[in-house]
């Protein structure tokens, strides 16, 4: 059994030997739940699996190229307000 103590500002420190057996490092996000077995509450603790999302990773690229500064993307968004409109008044 390992024994965790809380600081002041309930944090605590985990021995290197449990990271490695949990498989989760430096960053990491990990999930606390309780359960009830044999009428009793445990604590199960394990790794967060990291969400997927690779429709994502495809906009990367498209990203990278464009500048993110807050007058150039109001500027994008009136610009595709108009084509937008542009497009309906033609229908």
Do not use: Y
């Amino acid at each position: 059994m390992t024994t965790l103590k809380l600081t002041s500002k309930r944090q605590a420190t985990f021995p290197a030997s449990t990271c490695e057996e949990l498989g989760v490092g430096p960053g990491d996000q990990l999930e606390l739940e309780k359960i009830r077995v044999r009428g009793k509450d445990v604590w199960v603790l394990r790794k967060q699996e990291a969400l997927s999302l690779p429709w994502l990773e495809i906009t990367r690229p498209w990203v990278k190229r464009k500048n993110h500064d807050w007058e150039t993307i109001k500027s994008e968004i009136e610009s595709a307000r108009l084509v937008d409109a542009r497009r309906h008044s033609l229908k």
